[in-house]
């Protein structure tokens, strides 16, 4: 091991070493959900690959309840319009579900929205998942109004 005297030349060398862990912290661990200490990526050169960190953000929970709630509410305010007569389910999947009834229908819409946001919360280091989560939000917040606007016709 060499010995950096210079402070430049010392976070250069402490940057060469090889990595002390045996490997690197995986997608699911003891941390993922219970604590840790990794809040971001750390290095320019980590963010080009996925890594997983153990903490996550107040601002993250948010987002993701609200788009939690907004998926519930979506999911009464269509099935309103629907029972109302005003509106039919574009979405033809959702709509063979809707035919199951009301409550495969609102299942799967859950399920799937919380498997969506697992996964961006795993990923949420990612540009695609800084993007998706606001973006997400403003769109379900943009279809709940315009059900409104349909429920007030």
Wanted: aromatic share 10%.
């Amino acid at each position: 091991m060499s010995h950096c005297k210079d402070n430049s030349i010392e976070e250069t060398c402490s940057r060469n070493q090889s990595d002390r862990r045996r490997s690197p912290t995986p997608l699911f661990n003891r941390y993922t959900l219970w604590g840790g200490r990794r809040k971001t990526i750390r290095r320019a050169h980590e963010k080009r690959s996925h890594l997983f960190v153990d903490l996550y953000s107040a601002r993250l929970l948010f987002l993701v309840a609200a788009i939690i709630s907004l998926s519930c509410i979506d999911a009464y305010l269509t099935l309103f319009l629907i029972e109302k007569g005003k509106v039919v389910e574009a979405n033809p999947i959702m709509a063979v579900l809707l035919s199951y009834g009301v409550v495969p229908f609102t299942v799967v819409k859950f399920i799937v929205t919380a498997s969506a946001l697992l996964v961006l919360c795993l990923f949420k280091n990612s540009r695609i998942t800084r993007i998706s989560l606001p973006l997400a939000l403003k769109i379900y917040l943009c279809v709940i109004i315009y059900e409104i606007y349909l429920y007030l016709l």
